[in-house]
C-alpha cells in the first residue's frame, strides 16, 4: 500500500493467532511480520488479529453495568442532570448526564437497584424511581430510561414495578429455567465454562426459545473458541428477537473471526444503534471497518471505546496506531503504540511492538 511520501508502513499488524487457558493466561501460537503492501488480503489480517482481543476484553468486562438516557417531558434529552443509582445493601453512586440525556453506572455487584435523577434547577419537574434486579440480565447490561414528569402531572403514589426489556415481557420463562440461567451466570463469573454450558443447555432443555440463555451459551463458546458453534446460537436467538444487542454483538466478533468483514460490520454497527455504550461493539466495529477502509468510522468507534472502557478496550491503541501510519501520521502511530505498550508492558509480542514504534518515530523524524 503506497502511503505518504512514497513510503511503505510495515505496522507490524498483530497477525497472531493465540489462544488462552481457563484460567485467562494467553499463549501465542503464531507470529508472522509482513508489510501493508503484500497484504491484498488485509480485512483476514483484523480477523485474525482479532483472536489476541477476546481473552482481554472477556476477562476486564464489568461485572454488570447499568445505562440508558434521561428524558425531560417533551421528550428531548436531559442534559447535566443528576443520576443516583441506590441499592438496598447501602450502596450509592451518582453521575451526570452528557449533552444527550446518556449515563452510566459500571462494576456494578449483583443486586436489585433503584435509579432516579433530579435538576436541581428545574424544581417543577420529578423522575418517578424506576427499579432492576442486574442479576437477571443475561447480557451483564440493563438499560433503564428515566423520564422527568411535571409535578402536577405525577402519580401521587408512584408504583413500584421491576424494569424488563419488551422481548422479555413477550415471554413467560418458567422459572426452573430463570433459575438454571442464574446459576449460569454465577458459574461463568467463577470461570466454571463447563459447568456454566450446562446450566445453560437445561434452560434451554425446559424453554427453547429462551434467546437470551441462546447468547449466553453463544458468549461462552467464544471463551473456549468454538466460534462456529457461537455463531450458531447468536443467529439462534435472532431470529427470536432481531434486536437482541448482545447477540448482535456476538453474531458480529465471529464474523469478523471468519473474516466475513462486512456482515460483521453490519451486525455491529446495528447493535450500537440499540446500545451506544458498549465498548465491546465500539472495538469491534472499528476493527471491521478499518478493514473495510472506512477510515472515519475506524477511528470514531476506536476512540469512542477506549473512551467507555480505557483499560478493557485498550487493544484499540494498536489498531489507532496502524490506522495513523496508514494515513502517513508516524509520529501519532508511534505515540499510540507507546500508549498501548504502557498500559500492557508484558504483551506478548510486547519487544516487537517496540521496534515497530521506533521505527514509526524514525519516519517521523522525531
Not at 454488570?64 to 417533551?74: A, C, E, I, N, S
Not at 437445561?202 to 427453547?208: N, R, S, V
Request: charged residues 20%; contains cysteine.
Amino acid at each position: 500500500m503506497q502511503l505518504k511520501g512514497g513510503r511503505l508502513v510495515d505496522p507490524l499488524f498483530l497477525l497472531q493467532a493465540v489462544s488462552a487457558n481457563p484460567q485467562g493466561r494467553i499463549r501465542v501460537l503464531r507470529f508472522e511480520r509482513t508489510s501493508m503492501h503484500r497484504l491484498p488480503w488485509f480485512p483476514s489480517v483484523v480477523a485474525v488479529a482479532l483472536l489476541f482481543v477476546s481473552p482481554i476484553v472477556l476477562a476486564q468486562r464489568p461485572v454488570y453495568r447499568v445505562f440508558g438516557q434521561v428524558y425531560l417531558p417533551d421528550g428531548k434529552p436531559a442534559a447535566a442532570v443528576t443520576v443516583q443509582i441506590t441499592a438496598s445493601s447501602g450502596y450509592s453512586a451518582q453521575t451526570v448526564s452528557n449533552d444527550q440525556g446518556k449515563y452510566e453506572f459500571d462494576s456494578l455487584p449483583s443486586g436489585r437497584y433503584r435509579l432516579t435523577a433530579s435538576d436541581p434547577a428545574r424544581p417543577e419537574m420529578q423522575v418517578e424511581p424506576t427499579d432492576t434486579d442486574v442479576s437477571r440480565a443475561p447480557g451483564l447490561q440493563v438499560m433503564v430510561h428515566l423520564f422527568f414528569r411535571a409535578i402536577a402531572d405525577a402519580p401521587v403514589t408512584p408504583p413500584e414495578r421491576p424494569v424488563v426489556s419488551v422481548p422479555e415481557m413477550a415471554q413467560r420463562v418458567p422459572k426452573d429455567a430463570e433459575k438454571a440461567l442464574e446459576k449460569a451466570l454465577e458459574q461463568r463469573r467463577k470461570g466454571q465454562i463447563g459447568a456454566a454450558t450446562q446450566s445453560i443447555n437445561k434452560a434451554l432443555a425446559i424453554f427453547p426459545s429462551y434467546f437470551q440463555a441462546l447468547t449466553v451459551r453463544g458468549e461462552l463458546s467464544i471463551r473456549q473458541g468454538k466460534m462456529a458453534d457461537a455463531l450458531a446460537d447468536f443467529s439462534e436467538a435472532l431470529k427470536m428477537n432481531p434486536d437482541f444487542e448482545p447477540a448482535l454483538r456476538g453474531s458480529g466478533f465471529c464474523k469478523l473471526q471468519q473474516r466475513n468483514v462486512a456482515e460483521a460490520a453490519f451486525d455491529l454497527e446495528r447493535a450500537l444503534k440499540l446500545n451506544p455504550l458498549d465498548s465491546d461493539a465500539h472495538l469491534y466495529f472499528g476493527i471491521a471497518t478499518l478493514a473495510l477502509d472506512r477510515r472515519t468510522d475506524a477511528r470514531n468507534s476506536l476512540e469512542q471505546a477506549l473512551q467507555l472502557a480505557p483499560a478493557g478496550a485498550v487493544t484499540a491503541r494498536i489498531y489507532l496506531a496502524n490506522l495513523n501510519a496508514l494515513e502517513g501520521h508516524y509520529g501519532a502511530a508511534a505515540d499510540e503504540m507507546s500508549k498501548y505498550l504502557t498500559a500492557q508492558p508484558d504483551a506478548p509480542n510486547a519487544e516487537r511492538l517496540k521496534a515497530q514504534e521506533a521505527q514509526w518515530r524514525q519516519l517521523s523524524g522525531r
